[in-house]
């Protein structure tokens, strides 16, 4: 799928000043010859809401045969977030590609703010506003933006190329090995989730440690660790109180900014900022 071009100055007013400047400053600071590269968690991070989660509801609610209910995939979360991302994306097995595609589709043009899945409110995710406006900032100063996300590979890519304006190569997403048309029950590693993701980063990325990362989990904090040294971490969440923890643990010389980030399910419609 071709990557829906974003304006290049239109977007930027959301960026805070302060943020604004910080990304400067590193852009001025960056030794010739160095690569610009940044690397951001895609849920809840670059998106307000979960596309992964988003589309198995739909999927659900087309009545689509996958081997996992809402409720069950809600117990395993809360036990354990990794184990769960994968096991949604596990749970798609026998699906056509196509089916997964178009449930993707649907879930970024649709006006709804929330899916309802057996009584419980879905967000349907659209782009963070600030964070959008940062990848385009990147782009604009040449960097390669990277995604690396929990999120099944099929939707991540779609919604980073259709409302973030990220090509579908530089996103790395939960794989699961395709037969013909058919997803299978083999999911392909390294998982990209907590430590895996540094693993993904130097798989599918490169050795080069990123100037600029993001997240909004404990599960980022190893992918935030591989920022170099100066380089600049965004912590985005709902409120402050990971913030300080998340600094202490990443550490070192690194700049930290605190990105707020919008209630799930609020504000403007995905068809309407996309």
Not at 129 to 154: D, E, F
Not at 248 to 265: I, Q
């Amino acid at each position: 799928m071709p990557v829906r071009p974003l304006s290049a100055f239109a977007d930027l007013r959301p960026i805070p000043e302060d943020l604004h400047a910080a990304i400067l400053r590193l852009e001025e600071a960056r030794p010739p010859g160095v690569a610009r590269r940044a690397v951001f968690d895609l849920d809840n991070t670059l998106l307000v809401g979960d596309i992964g989660e988003a589309v198995f509801a739909h999927l659900l609610l087309e009545k689509a045969p996958v081997k996992l209910t809402w409720s069950e995939y809600r117990r395993m979360i809360a036990r354990d977030p990794a184990s769960a991302y994968v096991a949604l994306v596990d749970a798609m097995r026998g699906l056509e590609v196509s089916a997964v595609l178009r449930s993707t589709l649907k879930v970024i043009t649709t006006s709804l703010r929330e899916l309802t899945v057996e009584g419980a409110l879905v967000p349907v995710p659209r782009p963070h506003p600030v964070m959008r406006s940062v990848v385009v900032l990147l782009q604009n100063l040449g960097y390669a933006v990277h995604v690396i996300t929990a999120s099944n590979q099929i939707s991540a890519r779609i919604v980073c190329a259709e409302l973030l304006g990220i090509p579908e190569e530089h996103v790395h997403g939960m794989r699961s090995v395709i037969e013909g048309e058919t997803m299978s029950d083999r999911i392909l590693e390294p998982l990209p989730v907590g430590a895996g993701k540094r693993e993904v980063y130097r798989t599918f990325v490169g050795t080069d440690a990123p100037f600029i990362v993001g997240g909004d989990s404990p599960l980022d904090i190893p992918l935030l660790d591989l920022v170099r040294p100066q380089g600049l971490v965004l912590w985005v969440g709902e409120d402050r109180s990971a913030f300080e923890l998340m600094k202490s643990l990443v550490g070192g010389s690194r700049s930290f900014t605190y990105v707020h980030r919008p209630p799930k399910g609020g504000g403007q419609p995905a068809l309407a900022v996309a």
